[in-house]
Nanobody
Framework: QVQLVESGGGLVQAGGSLRLSCAAS????????MGWYRQAPGKERELVAT???????NYADSVKGRFTISRDNAKNTVYLQMNSLKPEDTGVYYC?????????????WGQGTQVTVSS
């Protein structure tokens, strides 16, 4: 069974920091691109950051310079360090694992963790 379990969400004041973790099981973690997505109330889910198996990173413009994605393959865990948080960062944050084999992708999602940033 594939499981992605997020943790670390919570309530924080604007300007504060949170560190999200996503522990993966049931996959060969080291070969997967990992990502964080978020969904704010009334909005669609959007990409926040990704990190490839080679540790190349990509960030949404809205979080560049504030968020850092990283991975620890020995722990099968991906992290999202969130600094200088803003109220607009509020939402449910989802962990994603993706791997391409030929033309068909393998995609997995966690259940999400709530992040609330107060002004």
């Amino acid at each position: 069974q594939v499981q992605l379990v997020e943790s670390g969400g919570g309530l924080v004041q604007a300007g504060g920091s949170l560190r999200l973790s996503c522990a993966a099981s049931g996959i060969r973690f080291s070969i997967y691109t990992m990502g964080w997505y978020r969904q704010a109330p009334g909005k669609e889910r959007e990409l926040v950051a990704t990190i490839t198996s080679g540790s190349s990173t990509n960030y949404a413009d809205s979080v560049k310079g504030r968020f850092t994605i990283s991975r620890d393959n020995a722990k099968n865990t991906v992290y999202l360090q969130m600094n200088s948080l803003k109220p607009e960062d509020t939402g449910v944050y989802y962990c994603n694992a993706q791997h391409w084999l030929g033309a068909a992708p393998l995609l997995y999602w966690g259940q999400g963790t709530q992040v609330t940033v107060s002004s």
